[in-house]
């Protein structure tokens, strides 16, 4: 039998594929699935099938820490709406700020994060291809190895193989999305048995936001088409599509970079968050040069949204159809939200606190966080899926 089990006829072919990469970021995520959730829409309108799911339609789908949540939940087959809900019931509990001595004392618990992500993707169900209804990747950060762990579903790969007494695929789907979301100070770190039998196979993670790969878009990109990843899709703008979403950024500008003092202090607080947005920005940098992007807000002042355009001799830009095909190895669409009062005023948000909003766990912020959202999923057009809604 294929080592894709049910879902051989999807993957066995060669054909145009279709990827979904999510970031991480705490209760942002409901940011993320407003976005999510017209995106679908569109899907549903455009290919006239009204009870579509994401999964149906992207080939892999792939998160970091609440993008993890997000991007398992896709896999096994629920709709946004179903997991709005899940984030609306559930977020205050998974998400809230705890004490100190709460949070501590939640390293001997079962704590309330594993509890429902236990109930919500099955104590017993693994990343085995009868599991999930499309591929599914999941980055998390091994610390034992102190080494960035992306995570796939796909059968192929070289540490996926059932006769491996290691195989990742057995390893239960709520604890490597538990894994994944470890963000260390709000949650403890997560200790998964890769094989019972071997100790020196017993690795400790924590949130996958801590690597380079908080937006996991490039990432996805990478082991979707590099051959040592033994997928091997193909590259080309009408092959492959990637949509990449956001829980929302922000640059950490300071206004007291001048007191030598107070910065350094600012500085040293800040740093694991300053580090993860300009790794955010790298990434969607890398995509947006070596694919084509098609939808996505400015980079920064020197080269812009880099969607490609044509410049006129009246000095009038043109942005350059997609019937012309410019050699780049995917399409490429980004959509997020820049959480400051200008970014948030551009999208015609108003009346929201930036600082409140931006945090991990602005669990009483969850109904402005879903207006953002959808403020962003207005941009959304069935025109940035180019030939793939054909």
């Known amino acids: 039998m294929s080592l894709w089990g049910p879902l051989h006829d999807r993957y066995a072919d060669e054909r145009p594929r279709k990827i979904l990469a999510l970031d991480g970021g705490g209760i ?14 569109v899907l549903r309108e455009r290919t ?8 149906d339609w992207y080939d892999y789908v792939g998160g970091t820490s609440t993008g993890a949540i997000i991007a398992a939940g896709l ?3 629920m709709s946004v709406d179903e997991l709005l809900g899940f984030y609306e019931q559930s977020g205050k509990e998974m998400f809230d700020k705890r004490s100190i001595f709460h949070r501590w004392k939640s390293l001997y618990e079962d704590g309330p994060l594993q509890r429902q992500l236990r109930a919500t993707f099955g104590k017993d169900t693994t990343l085995e291809p009868e599991h999930l209804r499309c591929l599914l990747l999941a980055v998390t950060r091994n610390t034992t190895t102190d080494s960035p ?11 996926n193989h059932p ?12 604890q490597l999305v538990r894994a994944s979301t470890a963000a260390p100070i709000f949650f403890p770190p997560e200790r998964v048995e890769w094989d019972p039998s071997d100790d020196d196979k017993t690795f400790v993670f924590v949130d996958g936001g801590i690597t380079p790969y908080n937006n996991p878009a490039f990432l996805l990109y990478r082991m979707a088409t590099e051959p040592a990843y033994r997928l091997g899709w193909a590259s ?3 092959q492959l599509l990637i949509t990449s979403v956001g829980t ?19 500085n040293l607080a800040g740093l694991p968050g300053d580090l993860m947005y300009a790794c955010s920005v790298d990434q969607d940098t890398n995509c947006r040069t070596t694919g084509r992007c098609v939808h996505g807000d400015r980079l920064d002042g020197e080269i812009g949204d880099l969607i490609p355009h044509r410049e006129h001799p009246d000095g009038t830009t043109q942005t350059i159809p997609l019937s012309e095909d410019l050699g780049r190895a995917f399409l490429y669409a980004r959509y997020n939200a820049e959480l400051t009062e200008e970014g948030l005023g551009a999208l015609g948000v108003t009346g929201i606190d930036p600082e409140q909003v931006a945090q991990l766990d ?3 912020a969850m109904d402005d966080l879903r207006r953002i959202g959808r403020a962003v999923a207005a941009n959304v057009d069935a025109s940035h899926f180019g030939t793939f809604l054909d």
Not at 48 to 55: A, E, I
Not at 251 to 257: E, G, H, K, W, Y
């Open 75 to 77: 896999a096994r087959g």
């Open 362 to 364: 602005a669990v009483d």
């Open 248 to 266: 929302g950024a922000a640059p950490n500008v300071q206004d007291n970079v001048d007191d030598p003092e107070k910065n350094l202090v600012s």
């Open 149 to 159: 762990w992306p995570i796939s579903s796909n059968p192929l790969a070289k540490y």
């Open 28 to 41: 942002r995520g409901i940011l993320t699935l407003e976005i999510l959730k017209e995106i679908e829409s």
């Open 236 to 238: 080309g703008e009408s």
């Open 163 to 174: 006769d491996r007494p290691d195989c990742n695929l057995r390893i239960p789907l709520w």
């Open 48 to 55: 006239g099938q009204p009870d579509l799911v994401l999964c």
